[in-house]
Nanobody, 122 residues
């Protein structure tokens, strides 16, 4: 069992930065791969970024070069640093965990946080 709690969302102006955090508990954090997904109203939840057990990172084309996923195993926390935010980044952002080595699809993940809203105004 894994519990995930996201934080750090908010309402910001386009071009600024936010850092989302996801605190994990319930099992050994280092044994999981982690991902970030986002979902806008009326749309499917889509992949944003993932980090493998070993620390390899992967990004959706829409955020590559702007977003950075990282993990701090000592703090049982995964982060999503979001720079140069655009209005199209507006969505609820969800942290997810899997016992797989890596997950790039929402179907790869077993555990989800409650989401944190990111709204970017133009």
């Amino acid at each position: 069992q894994v519990q995930l709690v996201e934080s750090g969302g908010g309402l910001v102006q386009a071009g600024v930065s936010l850092r989302l955090s996801c605190a994990a508990s319930g099992r050994t954090f280092s044994s999981t791969a982690m991902g970030w997904f986002r979902q806008a109203p009326g749309k499917e939840r889509e992949f944003v970024a993932a980090i493998s057990r070993s620390g390899s990172t992967y990004y959706a084309d829409s955020v590559k070069g702007r977003f950075t996923i990282s993990r701090d195993n000592a703090k049982n926390t995964v982060y999503l640093q979001m720079n140069s935010l655009k209005p199209e980044d507006t969505a609820a952002y969800y942290c997810a965990a899997t016992i797989r080595l890596l997950g790039l699809s929402k179907d790869d993940y077993n555990y989800w946080g409650q989401g944190t809203q990111v709204t970017v105004s133009s």
